[in-house]
């Protein structure tokens, strides 16, 4: 059995930032693809940056040039640094990933999810 865990959310000023961290533990060989995915309150669920097996990174433009995904496979670990935060990027963070389990599936997870509220 795989499980995600988020963490790293928080209360920030606008032009803050935040480091969220997305622990996978159990059965798990190797993370294969990751993706931040963000929630806020009456909107639908929002791809925010995803990084493949082959390191390959993608962005939502409204996070472009502000956001940074990351991982480090020896921690199954991975990050997403958020820079110059904004109000409109109050929402809850989920991370979700393709995972090689030590039975060499592959199985797809999702974490609870972390809060980030962006307010003065």
């Known amino acids: 059995q795989v499980h995600l865990v988020e963490s790293g959310g928080g209360l920030v000023q606008p032009g803050g930032s935040l480091t969220l961290s997305c622990l996978a533990s159990?059965?798990?060989?190797?993370?294969?693809?990751a993706h931040w995915y963000r929630q806020a309150p009456g909107k639908e669920r929002e791809l925010v940056a995803s990084i493949t097996v082959r390191s390959e990174i993608t962005y939502a433009e409204s996070v472009k040039g502000r956001f940074t995904i990351s991982r480090e496979s020896t921690k199954n670990t991975v990050y997403l640094r958020m820079n110059s935060l904004r109000p409109e990027d109050t929402a809850l963070y989920l991370c979700?990933?393709?995972?090689?389990?030590?039975?060499?599936?592959?199985?797809?997870?999702w974490g609870q999810g972390t809060q980030v509220t962006v307010s003065s």
């Open positions: 159990g059965s798990v060989f190797a993370i294969k693809s």
């Open positions: 979700n990933a393709q995972i090689l389990t030590t039975e060499f599936q592959t199985s797809d997870n």
